[in-house]
T-cell receptor, first 118, second 115 residues
């Protein structure tokens, strides 16, 4: 079945450590996204990528880094510079809008990774 | 700035009663709008979407939403709520960017269903 796989489901990190969250998709989508979810704040965009080897900062990129070496994969690293990393992280993918119809902007989400700093 | 407002943080309805979740957006261009649902600890599932045409759109699980441009609203409705509808609901507006597009989400509405 096609979909988005995030791993691990739960992740614990000590203060001062970097951790990497995995996101893999087999939907053949060009665009991938990372969102952070905190209670009462909805989802906020961290980074997004419309094509391999290219990515852009979202609204809350500080303390995070990403790479996009393969179409299927968009890992997110939460660095020690992120002051409040405890949150639920969601990865999504879609067909990019640019050059295509608006109807392709629907995003598909993974099941999320809950990161806790201990 | 583009934004989405969901005025109700929590809503409680009785099973079998009707439901309306409110969503207002602020976006300069013609919007494309979405409603997603999230069960605890899970990802988001798309309920329905509006891009153009008929302003009343039908979605999965018996949900519908109506786009009202004059009110900048995209309210979600269901005529008869089931206990399994208890979840968090997010309204989102799609934005075109120089490099692709992104979704801007509201803060969410938690729906509780009482029997």
């Amino acid at each position: 079945d096609g979909g988005i796989t995030q791993s691990p489901k739960y992740l614990f990190r000590k203060e001062g450590q970097n951790v990497t969250l995995s996101c893999e998709q087999n939907l053949n989508h060009d665009a991938m996204y990372w969102y952070r979810q905190d209670p009462g704040q909805g989802l906020r965009l961290i980074y997004y990528s419309q094509i391999v080897n290219d990515f852009q900062k979202g609204d809350i990129a500080e303390g995070y880094s990403v790479s996009r070496e393969k179409k299927e994969s968009f890992p997110l690293t939460v660095t020690s510079a992120q002051k409040n990393p405890t949150a639920f992280y969601l990865c999504a993918s879609s067909i990019p809008h640019k050059g295509r119809g608006r109807e392709n902007t629907e995003a598909f989400f993974g099941q999320g990774t809950r990161l806790t700093v201990v | 700035a583009q934004s989405v407002t969901q005025p109700d943080i929590h809503i409680t309805v009785s099973e079998g009663a009707s439901l309306e979740l409110r969503c207002n957006y602020s976006y300069g261009a013609t919007p494309y709008l979405f409603w997603y649902v999230q069960s605890p600890g899970q990802g988001l599932q798309l309920l329905l979407k509006y891009f153009s045409g008929d302003t009343l759109v039908q979605g999965i699980k018996g949900f519908e939403a109506e786009f009202k441009r004059s009110q900048s609203s995209f309210n979600l409705r269901k005529p008869s709520v089931h206990w399994s509808d208890a979840a968090e609901y997010f309204c989102a507006v799609g934005m075109n960017l120089e490099y692709g597009n992104k979704l801007v989400f509201g803060a969410g509405t938690i729906l509780r269903v009482k029997s």
